[in-house]
């Protein structure tokens, strides 16, 4: 079993920089994939970005649509995952969710995710 607990969200101005984290918990010996998925109101959730735990190197993967302003940052020793948002739009605003695999891959689909954390709020006013 794994347990994922979010950080909290919050309320940005656009432009703005946020950070969010998701400290993982279980199966310590396991590697395990973390993925950030967002949904909003109404809409399906979406991939945002992913990477392995532990850490060994290798980049996260983004969504198109964020690349280039999220980064995804793994803490080892603190078995956490940050998303880091940087010159955030209106358009993120959403619920935004951490999800776990032990399958090792880069998946992008809320299916490809076993264990979920509480999802946080993030608001971006314009």
């Known amino acids: 079993q794994v347990q994922l607990v979010q950080s909290e969200g919050g309320l940005v101005q656009a432009g703005g920089s946020l950070r969010l984290s998701c400290a993982v918990s279980?199966?310590?010996?396991?590697?395990?994939?973390v993925g950030w998925f967002r949904q909003d109101s109404g809409k399906e959730r979406d991939f945002v970005g992913g990477?392995?735990?532990?850490?060994?190197?290798?980049?996260?993967f983004l969504a198109d649509s964020v690349k280039g302003r999220f980064s995804i940052g793994v803490d080892n020793l603190l078995k956490t995952v940050y998303l880091q948002m940087t010159r955030l739009k209106p358009e993120d605003t959403a619920v935004y969710y951490c999800?776990?695999?032990?399958?090792?891959?880069?998946?992008?689909?809320?299916?490809?995710?076993?264990?979920w954390g509480q999802g946080t709020q993030v608001t971006v006013s314009s």
């Open positions: 990477a392995v735990v532990p850490w060994s190197g290798s980049p996260g």
């Open positions: 279980g199966r310590d010996n396991d590697h395990y994939v």
């Open positions: 999800a776990a695999t032990l399958t090792l891959r880069a998946g992008r689909t809320p299916g490809d995710y076993t264990y």
